[in-house]
């Protein structure tokens, strides 16, 4: 082989030792640990059908939801699965890929946080229950996703503008459903009240 092949050969293993001690080394835990705020919500709303089941009211009524309070539990979780990631790294770009990797986990677990984690644990308290008079505009029944199940649905409009919930579709049960197809009040009298994070609980239904 002549010298200019050698020079080459040791330029590419300069090159290949260079980029290898420059590449970031990532344990295997970091992932784990990076999946935690996803992982967690779904965790606890397993817990709390397996605790509480339908003990705690979780109806949440259109115009109250907990989309931010599901942010703020979606943050808290990203910075302590964060915290706990980059506990053992030492290298700049490895936190930052620490932090990159639970920030989009927290968003995958953001709705589960709001549907699923907080509704349960907002109907641990009610407060401050009222009757909010509102017209029935229409009913509907809707089929859950790969499944056979049954959804339904009652489209509400509240009578006065000031009321503490608004309008929209309501789940309600097949009895209430089909109480309401039988005989299509015109209008229908909402219970609801105030849970432990704010949110306005529907707690029944009643013809007027």
């Given at each position: 082989?002549d010298?200019s092949?050698?020079?080459?050969?040791?330029?590419?293993?300069?090159?290949?030792?260079r980029?290898s001690?420059?590449?970031?080394a990532?344990?295997?835990?970091l992932?784990?640990?990076a999946?935690?705020?996803?992982?967690?919500?779904?965790l606890l709303?397993?817990?709390l059908?397996?605790?509480?089941?339908?003990?705690?009211p979780?109806?949440?009524?259109?115009?109250?939801?907990?989309?931010?309070?599901g942010?703020?539990?979606t943050?808290a979780?990203?910075f302590?699965?964060?915290?706990y990631?980059?506990?053992?790294?030492?290298e700049?770009?490895?936190c930052?890929?620490?932090?990159?990797?639970?920030?989009?986990?927290a968003?995958l677990g953001?709705?589960?946080?709001?549907?699923g984690v907080?509704?349960?644990v907002n109907?641990?308290?009610v407060?401050?229950?009222?009757?909010?008079?509102?017209?029935?505009?229409?009913?509907?029944?809707?089929h859950?996703?790969?499944s056979?199940?049954?959804?339904?649905?009652?489209?509400?409009?509240p009578?006065q503008s000031?009321?503490?919930?608004?309008?929209?579709?309501?789940?309600?049960s097949e009895?209430?459903?089909?109480?309401?197809?039988k005989?299509?009040?015109a209008?229908?009298?909402?219970?609801v009240?105030?849970?432990?994070?704010?949110?306005?609980?529907?707690?029944?239904y009643?013809?007027?």
């Amino acid at each position: 082989m002549d010298r200019s092949g050698l020079v080459s050969i040791d330029c590419y293993a300069w090159w290949m030792k260079r980029t290898s001690s420059q590449r970031t080394a990532m344990p295997q835990s970091l992932f784990v640990k990076a999946v935690l705020p996803f992982a967690a919500p779904i965790l606890l709303t397993f817990a709390l059908v397996l605790l509480v089941g339908n003990h705690w009211p979780r109806d949440i009524a259109p115009g109250s939801g907990l989309k931010l309070a599901g942010l703020i539990a979606t943050a808290a979780t990203a910075f302590v699965a964060w915290r706990y990631s980059a506990a053992q790294l030492d290298e700049p770009k490895a936190c930052k890929f620490a932090a990159l990797l639970c920030a989009v986990t927290a968003l995958l677990g953001w709705p589960v946080w709001s549907v699923g984690v907080l509704p349960s644990v907002n109907g641990a308290i009610v407060r401050g229950q009222s009757t909010v008079h509102m017209t029935l505009e229409r009913t509907e029944v809707t089929h859950a996703s790969k499944s056979r199940k049954l959804y339904y649905w009652a489209w509400l409009k509240p009578d006065q503008s000031d009321a503490v919930i608004g309008s929209g579709r309501y789940f309600i049960s097949e009895d209430v459903y089909n109480r309401l197809e039988k005989t299509s009040p015109a209008t229908v009298k909402v219970t609801v009240g105030q849970g432990l994070l704010g949110a306005r609980i529907v707690l029944g239904y009643d013809q007027r």
